[in-house]
């Protein structure tokens, strides 16, 4: 059954450094999303992608978040400098015919 | 470190026994909604869908009720394994947009032999 692929599975930075999370949707799929979850809390969604364009962006989602589909397979995350709140698991999600599947998640942790 | 996250409703039910699991959601022009299993260190996994044209619908072992009245869902998991130990969110959208999901908070289901 195809899933949702993420890479990698925990990434530790530094408060400042950059990071990029990757993801592998599902190959037929059109709709791509980032979303977060903070510990303990609930998913918070961050952005949408399609045709190479953010659809929708949450408050969350600022000027040091960004998004890519560099090539015909993978979609990136991208957080330009980061700060001690950006900890949390970041999860990859692609749209089938109405549900959302979610990948197993990158959990960042900023030092 | 790590901040401290907000407790989350449990629900303990013993091996056998019916779990019924509770959920509002927020916008009345929600058309679709969806229940994800998490388990630990996981991404959410889908477990049963509704559509706001039905109050009911059935799945393997899972049922999910509607009552758009008071914007409220319910998961109904019969006869509760271990392996259903989880978290359990409720999520909920527009259909034929594309839209965002917004997740409610979650109830942890923990499962006693």
């Known amino acids: 059954e195809p899933e949702v692929t993420q890479t990698p599975s925990h990434q530790v930075t530094q408060m400042g450094q950059e990071v990029i999370l990757r993801c592998v949707p599902i190959s037929n799929h059109l709709y791509f999303y980032w979303y977060r979850q903070i510990l303990g809390q609930k998913v918070e969604f961050l952005v949408s992608?399609?045709?190479?364009?953010?659809?929708?962006k949450s408050e969350i989602f600022d000027d040091q978040f960004s998004v890519e589909r560099p090539d015909g397979s993978n979609f990136t995350l991208k957080i330009r400098s980061t700060k001690l709140e950006d900890s949390a698991m970041y999860f990859c999600?692609?749209?089938?015919?109405?549900?959302?599947?979610f990948g197993p998640g990158t959990r960042l942790l900023v030092l | 470190g790590e901040s401290v996250g907000l407790h989350l409703p449990t629900l303990s039910v013993q091996e056998g026994d019916n779990s019924i699991i509770n959920c509002a959601y927020s916008n009345s022009a929600s058309d679709y909604f969806i229940w994800y299993k998490q388990e630990s260190g996981k991404g959410p996994q889908f477990i049963i869908d509704?559509?706001?044209?039905?109050d009911k619908r059935q799945g393997q072992r899972v049922t999910v009720l509607l009552n758009k009245t008071v914007k409220h869902l319910s998961l109904q998991i019969a006869a509760t394994q271990p392996g259903d130990s989880a978290v359990y969110f409720c999520a909920e959208t527009l259909t034929g947009t594309a839209s965002k999901l917004t997740f409610g908070t979650g109830t942890r289901l923990q499962v006693t032999l």
């Open positions: 509704i559509r706001s044209n039905m």
């Open positions: 999600a692609s749209l089938g015919a109405e549900t959302q599947y």
């Open positions: 992608f399609y045709n190479n364009e953010i659809s929708e």
